[in-house]
């Protein structure tokens, strides 16, 4: 019944490869996001898509590439995963004038 | 642009007290949506309440409410009878349209018995 899913919780990975995120939300919004929580707590937008069209790209390496194969899935794709990319990724799900729901997050660690 | 801060990095409490989170921003756009989140241990992002800017009466759930002053572009957050499952870390948020939500850098809440 989980209204915004990702999957895996935690991922622990070496430098140099190649890894995804997965991202599911059953509420039936329009707008999905990926969102990174540094090592400081601080949360940044990444990326965004509405009905499967990417509408915000912030300045992230493209290294980064989104995918959303439907409305209801936003995949977090990283080639060549560096020390640096080492956070906590958030997909949320949004209807326009309300609150965001968030995904338990996902632990990336690059070692 | 928009901006969101959050000047208080930590705050203490004790259980049972009320305490108030501070939060400023600035946007230039008329209409926009403010949020707080808590963020407790387990890293789940909560939305505690939402207050929209055309709204004058400020936002209540239970325990928490806003002090939202719009030409002050002011918007804290005040937690009454304070319980230990309030510990978390804070986040004070904004969002217009074409915008994806903005941020505040958090404020960690500790609450003492």
């Known amino acids: 019944d989980t209204a915004v899913s990702q999957t895996p919780k935690y991922l622990v990975t070496q430098m140099g490869n190649d890894k995804s995120i997965k991202c599911e939300q059953n509420?039936?919004?329009?707008?999905m996001y990926w969102y990174k929580q540094d090592s400081k707590k601080f949360l940044k937008i990444m990326f965004s898509?509405?009905?499967?069209?990417?509408?915000i790209n912030e300045t992230v390496p493209n290294r980064f590439s989104p995918k959303s194969p439907d409305k209801a899935h936003l995949n977090l794709h990283i080639n060549s995963l560096e020390l640096g990319d080492s956070a906590v990724y958030f997909c949320?799900?949004?209807?326009?004038?309300?609150?965001?729901?968030f995904g338990s997050g996902t632990r990336l660690t690059v070692v | 642009a928009q901006t969101v801060t959050q000047s208080q990095p930590e705050m203490s409490v004790q259980e049972a007290e009320t305490v108030t989170l501070s939060c400023t921003y600035d946007?230039?756009?008329?209409?926009?949506?403010l949020f707080w989140y808590k963020q407790p241990p387990s890293r789940q992002m909560i939305l505690v309440i939402r207050?929209?800017?055309?709204?004058?009466q400020n936002a209540t759930e239970n325990r928490f409410s806003v002090n939202f002053q719009k030409a002050a572009k002011s918007f804290s957050l005040k937690i009454s009878d304070s319980q230990l499952g309030d510990a978390a870390m804070y986040f004070c948020?904004?969002?217009?349209?074409?915008?994806?939500?903005?941020f505040g850098k958090g404020t960690s809440l500790l609450v003492t018995p």
């Open positions: 948020a904004l969002i217009n349209s074409g915008y994806a939500l903005n």
């Open positions: 946007t230039s756009e008329s209409d926009y949506y």
């Open positions: 509420l039936g919004h329009d707008t």
């Open positions: 949320a799900s949004s209807q326009e004038g309300y609150g965001y729901t």
């Open positions: 207050q929209e800017a055309y709204k004058q």
């Open positions: 898509y509405n009905n499967k069209e990417l509408i």
